[in-house]
């Protein structure tokens, strides 16, 4: 064991050596936001310099790198008493099952195959590095920021485009470190894109909670959005929408009244009717229901049918008038389904309509309050939608 005595330090201490300045770029990103502090060696002997004057926790090997390789800077870093605990992870493109033993077998403590996982690099380091146990979780997307595909991209083709030396990498060897980098970029991409689709699920769900709060400040429309979803689902459906405008729908429903927490209680529970000063306030809410997404792109095109909800085909409704094919088909689809839910849901001044009393109403809306293809839709899909009516209504 090391005889040196370690003074406790506030962040992990890593060096990366490497002499390809992409990877660095990439490993800086994934562990850069991070709790560590990285150094860099560009070669063999500047590693092994920097790891006896430096002392980091953790070294990440290259294996094939200018003046010294990789297996004998482990071999060294292990011999040595001063640097025998820090930990050696091979960061290698070499990837037979011998290059694996040969690493093994010179120390280390890890073995990654390069194109590497950013994810899975993070999570060998801090199990090796005894961090409090591991949850697997999405790249911190301030240090994702920090990492520049293109910049990965122009520093490979840099490397690659230097003339040839003595010792140079030859053609096929620049051709599959093209090919290596190439699949690298794919691995981050997608590590990005799941991050990506995570950061957009959890907005959605945040969003979701607040609009199903909001029904459930009022008694009588508690669950009213989840029906309304349910509904403009079926509806779609009948009209033969694809998957993705079916979810766009379905998305805007969820949170089609969400600009009612504009809308102050005394005016959104009061029992009797609005006073105009009320009812302009009511109004409003689709405008502040869109502009409270208004900065989520892929909520874009929800935005816009929650601002039409309340427009009408015959261009009597709010808040800008609109008249026929100008509303979105999400918003004019939108509009029956909410219709529905509000007919058949028991109300302060009124019992609840009967399924025939509402199917009844939407033909009388036809061609003024909706448009007569989504009616037609409602109706085929009547059998779907008064099973949910059955199931999600509270009696
Ligand atoms: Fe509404």
Not at 230 to 247: F, K, M, N, P, Q
Not at 300 to 317: N, T, V
Not at 352 to 373: N, P, W, Y
Request: aromatic content about 6%; some cysteine; hydrophobic content about 40%.
């Amino acid at each position: 064991m090391s005889a040196r005595v370690d003074t406790p330090r506030a962040r992990h201490r890593i060096l990366l050596a490497d002499d390809e300045e992409s990877i660095r770029q990439l490993v800086a990103a994934t562990l850069g936001g991070e709790q560590y502090e990285l150094g860099f060696a560009a070669d063999g002997r500047q590693a092994l310099a920097l790891a006896e004057s430096q002392h980091p926790d953790l070294v990440l090997l290259d294996v094939g790198m200018p003046v010294l390789d990789g297996f004998t800077v482990c071999r060294t870093l292990k011999q040595r008493s001063a640097t025998e605990d820090i930990k050696v992870v091979f960061l290698s493109g070499m990837d037979r099952e011998e290059d694996r033993v040969a690493g093994l077998a010179a120390g280390a403590d890890g073995y990654i195959v390069k194109p590497f996982s950013p994810l899975y690099l993070l999570k060998t380091v801090r199990e090796l590095l005894n961090q409090a146990e591991y949850h697997p979780r999405s790249p911190d997307p301030s240090s994702q920021q920090q990492f520049s595909p293109l910049e990965f991209a122009r520093e490979t083709i840099h490397g690659l485009a230097r003339p040839a030396t003595p010792g140079s990498p030859t053609l096929e060897e620049k051709a599959a470190e093209l090919e290596r980098s190439q699949s690298q970029l794919l691995i981050y991409a997608e590590e990005l894109n799941q991050a990506y689709r995570e950061l957009q699920a959890t907005y959605f769900s945040t969003l979701q909670a607040l609009a199903a709060a909001i029904d459930a400040r009022d008694h009588y429309t508690y669950g009213h959005s989840q029906r309304v979803a349910a509904y403009a689902v079926e509806i779609a459906r009948a009209l033969g929408l694809e998957s993705t405008a079916i979810e766009t729908l379905r998305r805007a429903a969820l949170l089609h009244d969400i600009g009612k927490i504009g809308v102050p209680d005394a005016t959104l529970l009061k029992p009797g009717p609005l006073t105009p000063e009320e009812w302009a306030t009511m109004k409003r809410h689709p405008v502040i229901g869109e502009q409270m997404i208004a900065g989520l792109k892929f909520l874009a095109e929800a935005a816009l049918f929650i601002r039409c909800h309340h427009e009408r085909w015959d261009g009597r409704g709010y808040p800008d008038g609109l008249q026929a094919e100008a509303i979105p088909l999400g918003a004019r689809i939108l509009a029956v389904a909410d219709a529905f839910d509000a007919m058949t849901s028991t109300r302060p001044y009124r019992p609840a309509l009967s399924l025939e009393q509402a199917r009844a109403e939407a033909e009388r809306g036809r061609a003024s309050q909706f448009d007569s293809r989504v009616v037609d839709a409602f109706q085929d899909s009547i059998r779907a939608i008064e099973a949910i009516l059955r199931r999600e209504v509270p009696r």
